[in-house]
């Protein structure tokens, strides 16, 4: 993985504490505190890309609904296809919990 070049403690606590957010309210919270906004953007863009591409939306049409570019698109389909498999376990679950709500 690309992050171990960075896995410290540091980084280690890092994501510790992001797991302890309970909603999507502290989460809005957290990142308001941690990024700027275009940060939070641009880090939003790409998961829609990613969540386009694992849909099978064409670079035209995650273009057109995300304005990123097609040289962000490229970056994040590697990621998603060729990646650590996170979006898919990701997805899978986001998928799995909104059929558990809608019984």
């Not at 957010?21 to 957290?30: K, R």
């Not at 609904?65 to 996170?86: E, L, Y």
């Amino acid at each position: 993985m690309q992050i171990d070049k960075i896995r410290d403690e540091s980084t280690d606590d890092f994501f510790k504490t992001i797991l302890q957010l309970e909603s999507i309210e502290e989460g809005y919270a957290f990142f308001d505190d941690l990024l700027t906004l275009n940060e939070v953007k641009t880090m939003t863009q790409r998961y829609q890309v990613a969540k386009m591409l694992y849909e099978h939306k064409t670079y035209s049409e995650i273009e057109q609904a995300t304005r990123a570019s097609t040289a962000t698109i490229s970056r994040v389909k590697r990621s998603v296809f060729d990646g650590n498999g996170m979006y898919d376990v990701l997805f899978k679950r986001v998928q799995q919990e909104s059929e558990n709500e809608n019984k």
